[in-house]
């Protein structure tokens, strides 16, 4: 891991972003149509790897993340978020990979004292003093975490138009076990796979041009931190949210995902349950 001095991020980063509808949101304590099939849904954990492009380090991360994904299959979900230090991107670089929520969940989190870095269901585990937590602590928390039986499952219908590149989201939300925490918050992201751009990598002193970028958090349909549930999370409680966003030009929706998770707000920031699906199939 890379030594660094811890800092507060200092100001947002300005830079052309996608147009965005404010979310539609409707809601319900039971179902006006039949919804998606949720079944038995098994917990899913998230996890938040900060990153980027000038981190000669955290591409080993990025690797470690694959080889979790091939382990856990569906019940772990990878976001890669380019934000800190070793974001900005290089004079070539294609894209910019930094996003004003990105910045605003590493705030949000905490900074980390060095990279890989990644945050495991936003969970502050025994033993730590922070949420930040170095390559070799990521599979044994992911484990404990999965072990864990959901609160809430949650299900993702989207409906995108490649005419208008319109993309409507509508998220459900099925209470298992009633939530009595007070700041209970949903969490809605677009991210891309299959980014082919920069990146220093330890094999050379110069940036790779074809390193394959994944999981890159694009943008949030919700606020940094998550829109907050005012319904009461009674069990057997069934919710819906639904929102629209415009899926920019340079984005292949081929390659995008939404992930949607509940969380609490506050000293205790738990994801209770997370989702993924493909914008497109």
Not at 181 to 200: A, K, W
Not at 270 to 275: E, G, P, R, S, Y
Request: net charge negative; aromatic share 8%; proline share 6%.
């Amino acid at each position: 891991m890379i030594s660094r001095i811890i800092f507060f991020v200092a100001a947002v980063f300005l830079f052309a972003a996608c147009d965005e509808v404010s979310p539609i949101v409707t809601g319900s304590m039971g179902p006006t149509d039949p919804g998606p099939d949720l079944g038995n849904q098994k917990r899913q954990v998230l996890i938040e790897e900060f990153t980027g492009v000038k981190c000669v380090n955290c591409p080993a991360g990025s690797q470690e993340i694959d080889v979790l994904l091939s382990i856990h299959q569906s019940q772990l979900i990878a976001v890669s978020i380019h934000a800190g230090d070793f974001a900005p991107p290089y004079q070539a670089s294609k894209y910019d990979f930094r996003t004003p929520e990105g910045n605003g969940i590493l705030s949000y989190l905490g900074e980390p004292f060095g990279y890989p870095t990644a945050v495991v269901n936003r969970r502050l585990f025994d033993g730590q003093f922070d949420l930040q937590l170095g390559k070799s602590e990521w599979a044994g928390y992911i484990a404990e975490e999965k072990a864990i039986p959901p609160k809430v499952r949650i299900g993702i219908e989207p409906d995108f138009n490649g005419a208008n590149r319109n993309l409507e989201i509508k998220v459900t939300l099925l209470v298992d076990e009633t939530i009595t925490e007070p700041d209970v918050r949903l969490s809605v992201m677009i991210t891309e796979n299959n980014i082919v751009d920069l990146q220093l990598t330890p094999s050379s002193s110069e940036p790779k041009a074809d390193y394959i970028h994944k999981h890159v958090l694009r943008d949030m349909v919700t606020n940094f931190d998550g829109l907050k549930l005012t319904e009461s999370l009674v069990e057997g409680a069934e919710i819906t949210k639904t929102f629209n966003f415009t899926l920019p030009d340079t984005w292949k929706e081929e390659n995008c995902e939404i992930v949607a998770f509940v969380s609490l707000s506050g000293a205790n920031k738990d994801v209770l349950q997370a989702h993924q699906v493909h914008v497109v199939e």
